[in-house]
């Protein structure tokens, strides 16, 4: 059983937010694609909420003489200072209104204590405290989480690794995510991939003209990335070719948008 776990798509982090992620709109359509598409791969949906009361040790505000991205160590752990975001019950804590919904969606809030902060969706930063998501997750029988949201070299990013270490199979969407910074989001995705993490893998999703698709990046540390697709249908030939010829990732996937906006309507069609 396989869950999709959407990763704070709310107002603070996205365009015109206190705290926005850039281009976090572009996730939108990626996240919405799936649902609408893919439904059959997931038997439930979990959504997580940032939800900080007003005093919340993570706010710069919150600090004398301390300014939004300081560090300070907060417990005996580092802790960045953000500008206040999500506070609850606020504008900025809701879920964006792009965001496609269902009445049966699960929402997970985090980041409630005002002494620690929640960048994972699982438990508290200093991994005392668990919210209901893994309880959640093993009620429901689910064993493959797909993870995506805001940001890829935080919330999403911890919510990756713990999701593995807790035994779940686990996927990176890639492309329904985005991170703060380039060179976090980087070490992030680098990290993911260096440590090998049992069951972690990294996931792009393509929205083609004709219908998307969901391919897998699997990275291991001893083999050549490679691709395989989750839901192939018409476009199996392809995968397959780009699998066998090119070498490079990012050249595949190139060469396979190319080459599907290239084909008729009628030759893709089964
Ligand atoms: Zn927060």
Redesign the pocket.
Known sequence: MSCLLIIDVQNDFMQGGSLQVSDSMDILKPINTLRKQHNNLFDLIVLSQ?W?PFNHM?FASNHANKKVFDTINLNGSNQIL?PN??VQESFGSEIHKGLHREKSDIIIKK?TNPTI?SYSAFMDNDKKHKTELESILKKNNITTVYICGLATDYCVYYSCLDAASLGFKTYFLQDASKGVSKDTTAKAIENMIKYNIKHLKLTLIFCFWLEPILINREYSTTSTPFLYPIENKPFQKWIDLFNKETKHVEDKLDKAIDDLNSVTDREIRP
């Open positions: 940032d900080h993570s953000w975001h999500c980041g902060d």
